[in-house]
């Protein structure tokens, strides 16, 4: 099993829709989670951490559920800006320190 | 603020020849790291360093040397190109190590024919 998982996608929706991806991991002990946006040919962008409550910025809703091992992005009313590729990254801190990425949900936002 | 800068954006090499790519950071982070982005994988460290003066391999290291004589600069040196070179090298600093958010470079794209 790959230490970090996600849909490849690519995930297709109408603008104005709610998208949600779900990224898994593998190491129970990881500690620190993020979301990061990646547009086309460009570098990865930090697009939000995501706490153990949940938390939301906007239109994004990051949620971690340590129970069942996975994190989640929720994006709503999606605009056609947010077409991208979105990697989930894990981290475990301890005698082998660790920052995992997953390789990245396409999303793909049309009229 | 420039952030992070990598140079060159495109380079061409032969197998067997050698380059160096450069990494400049002007946010005073500490920690600075080489990753390799090939289409399925993912992002990949290749070496990473916690400080001036300091290196250590990570995930994929073979074939890669690295050199961190300044804080704000870390570069990563190819001696011997090959074919399975050729992908899209991100360099990233952070504040922290591992809890704190990774700012990266624009990415070099390096074919080795």
């Known amino acids: 099993r790959k230490e970090v998982e996600q849909d490849p996608g690519p995930f297709n929706v109408p603008e104005g829709a709610t998208v949600a991806f779900n990224c898994t991991y593998s190491?129970?002990?990881?500690?620190?989670f993020f979301w990061y946006r990646q547009d086309c040919r460009k570098e990865p962008k930090l697009l939000m951490s995501?706490?153990?409550s949940g938390n939301e910025d906007g239109r994004f809703t990051a949620q971690l559920n340590r129970a069942s091992q996975y994190i989640s992005l929720l994006i709503r009313d999606s605009k056609l800006s947010d077409s991208a590729t979105y990697l989930c990254?894990?981290?475990?801190?301890?005698?082998?320190?660790?920052?995992?990425f997953g390789t990245g949900t396409r999303l793909q936002v049309t009229l | 603020n420039a952030g992070v800068t990598q140079t060159p954006k495109f380079r061409v090499l032969k197998t067997g020849q050698s380059m160096t790519l450069l990494c400049a950071q002007d946010?005073?982070?500490?920690?600075m790291y080489w990753y390799r982005q090939d289409p399925g994988m993912g992002l990949r460290l290749i070496h990473y360093?916690?400080?001036?003066?300091?290196?250590a391999k990570g995930e994929v290291p073979d074939g890669y040397n690295v050199s961190r004589l300044k804080k704000q600069n870390f570069l990563l040196g190819l001696e011997s190109a090959a074919p399975s070179q050729t992908s899209v090298y991100f360099c990233?600093?952070?504040?922290?190590?591992?809890?704190?958010?990774?700012?990266f470079g624009n990415g070099t794209r390096l074919t080795v024919t």
């Open positions: 990233a600093s952070s504040q922290g190590a591992y809890n704190s958010p990774l700012h």
């Open positions: 190491n129970s002990a990881s500690q620190s």
């Open positions: 995501v706490y153990s």
């Open positions: 990254v894990v981290t475990f801190t301890g005698t082998a320190s660790k920052l995992t």
């Open positions: 946010m005073n982070h500490e920690y």
């Open positions: 360093s916690v400080g001036e003066g300091t290196t």
